[in-house]
């Protein structure tokens, strides 16, 4: 049972946009900042975005985060069949005193 | 250039010991909180342990407590963990990330745990 909850898969054609959402409570998502991984499968997770909506240097600015409330999502803009991967939310959790992660988004390019 | 290696995984039975390394390189180590993530192969991660800069502080997850201990040594650039007890659950893929105020910037390449007889 994941802390934070995003939908086990999203999709898209090459061009769209699509959203990936995170869905966590007050004790985390709602009290502190939001993160969000990428991870090709068979390889190491990789920063994608921190505090909520920021982008490590490298990341394209096709990629934006965003925090509402106890939410958080992902956009992913100008789709393209590289960005196939798994995708993770986290987020510190004051309840747990742990770091929560989502059960991750697998995003398949059609 | 930031380098995280791992090693130490393998084949365990279960109540068997194995200790994981994460080789640190690339950064100045000891002024980086570290942590352990796992993951099952084709699940989602799941944070494991933490560790404060001079190692005066540790903090476990709740399935974890009292059967692993994270340890460091800043003169090595190494990181830790201990793992006791170990049971069929614990087979994972055993990541160490470096944090950077709350979230993990770089990630090593991961080592795999097995518990099985």
């Known amino acids: 049972q994941s802390v934070l909850t995003q939908p086990p898969s999203a999709s898209g054609t090459p061009g769209q946009r699509v959203t990936i959402s995170c869905s966590g409570s007050?004790?985390?998502?709602?009290?502190?900042?939001a993160f969000w991984y990428r991870q090709i499968p068979g390889t190491a997770p990789k920063l994608l975005i921190y505090?909520?909506?920021q982008r490590p240097s490298g990341v394209p600015d096709r990629f934006s985060g965003s925090k509402s409330g106890t939410s958080a999502s992902l956009t992913i803009s100008g789709l393209r069949s590289e960005d196939e991967a798994d995708y993770y939310c986290?987020?510190?959790?004051?309840?747990?005193?742990?770091?929560?992660f989502g059960g991750g988004t697998k995003l398949t390019v059609l | 250039e930031v380098q995280l290696v791992e090693s130490g995984g393998g084949l365990v039975q279960p109540g068997g010991s194995l200790r994981l390394y994460c080789a640190a390189s690339?950064?100045?180590?000891?002024?980086?909180?570290m942590h352990w993530v796992r993951q099952v192969p084709g699940k989602g991660l799941v944070w494991v342990s933490r560790?404060?800069?001079?190692?005066?502080?540790?903090n476990y997850a709740d399935s974890v407590k009292g059967r692993f201990t994270i340890s460091r040594d800043n003169a090595r650039n190494t990181l830790y963990l201990q793992m006791n007890s170990l049971r069929a659950e614990d087979t994972a893929v055993y990541y160490c990330?470096?944090?950077?105020?709350?979230?993990?910037?770089?990630w090593g390449q991961g080592t795999l745990v097995t518990v099985s007889s």
């Open positions: 990330a470096k944090d950077l105020g709350g979230y993990y910037d770089f």
């Open positions: 986290a987020a510190w959790d004051d309840s747990l005193s742990d770091v929560g």
């Open positions: 690339g950064f100045t180590f000891s002024s980086y909180w």
């Open positions: 560790i404060k800069t001079d190692g005066s502080r540790t």
């Open positions: 007050r004790s985390n998502i709602g009290s502190n900042t």
């Open positions: 505090d909520n909506s």
